[in-house]
T-cell receptor, first 114, second 113 residues
Framework: GENVEQHPSTLSVQEGDSAVIKCTYS??????FPWYKQELGKGPQLIID?????GEKKDQRIAVTLNKTAKHFSLHITETQPEDSAVYFC?????????????FGKGTTLSVSS | DVKVTQSSRYLVKRTGEKVFLECVQD?????MFWYRQDPGLGLRLIYF???????EKGDIPEGYSVSREKKERFSLILESASTNQTSMYLCASSVSPDNSPLHFGNGTRLTVT
């Protein structure tokens, strides 16, 4: 089955700096890679995703890159703000005869200090 | 907006009790999921369902079962609660087979004493 590794587990940056979170996956058949942000007391929310036919995707201050050959993908946040402080999860699809489910990394706690 | 509602925010149960965690979604999604979240372990898939009456095991199904009698409702059952099942439980739903996007509820914090 799919295995997703996520690094680092914690990340502290100054406001305005960039933050990068990296994930690797094991199943070469995976074709969908979303990123979720979880704020305190809430469930995770999708912030950006990328499919295997695309190498990079941007949405304002957030970007995701995918290297299918190396089986890794990264989240880039530029010009960080205090409200970016949260736990971030990467995920990859895992398929079998039963269907498809998302397998998540262990999460990165991002702290942005002003 | 999709809404996934988990019936309890906090639950405290005793060892050996049968526990029901309820989840309802309001967007007619076919696919529903139960994850548990533990510090340092991330989100781990317990069970999922792609249709009414249908269920599939995830990565950590031991000690759990599920029920999906209606499309909008997906229940997680702990047949005999144990202390190692103390955790945050997250329900999610999606319209697409590849789970894009997955909509989560706000979670149920279960403590088993």
């Amino acid at each position: 089955g799919e295995n997703v590794e996520q690094h680092p587990s914690t990340l502290s940056v100054q406001e305005g700096d960039s933050a990068v979170i990296k994930c690797t996956y094991s199943d070469s058949a995976s074709n969908y890679f979303p990123w979720y942000k979880q704020e305190l007391g809430k469930g995770p929310q999708l912030i950006i995703d990328i499919r295997s036919n695309v190498g990079e995707k941007k949405d304002q201050r957030i970007a995701v890159t995918l290297n299918k050959t190396a089986k890794h993908f990264s989240l880039h946040i530029t010009e960080t703000q205090p409200e970016d402080s949260a736990v971030y999860f990467c995920a990859a699809t895992s398929s079998n005869q039963a269907g498809t489910a998302l397998i998540f990394g262990k999460g990165t706690t991002l702290s942005v200090s002003s | 907006d999709v809404k996934v509602t988990q019936s309890s925010r906090y639950l405290v149960k005793r060892t050996g009790e049968k526990v029901f965690l309820e989840c309802v979604q309001d967007m007619d999604h076919e696919n529903m999921f139960w994850y548990r979240q533990d510090p340092g372990l991330g989100l781990r898939l317990i069970y999922f369902s792609y249709d009414v009456k249908m269920k599939e095991k995830g990565d950590i199904p031991e000690g759990y079962s599920v029920s999906r009698e209606k499309k909008e409702r997906f229940s997680l059952i702990l047949e005999s609660a144990s202390t190692n099942q103390t955790s945050m439980y997250l329900c999610a739903s999606s319209v697409s087979p590849d789970n894009s996007p997955l909509h989560f509820g706000n979670g149920t914090r279960l403590t088993v004493t």
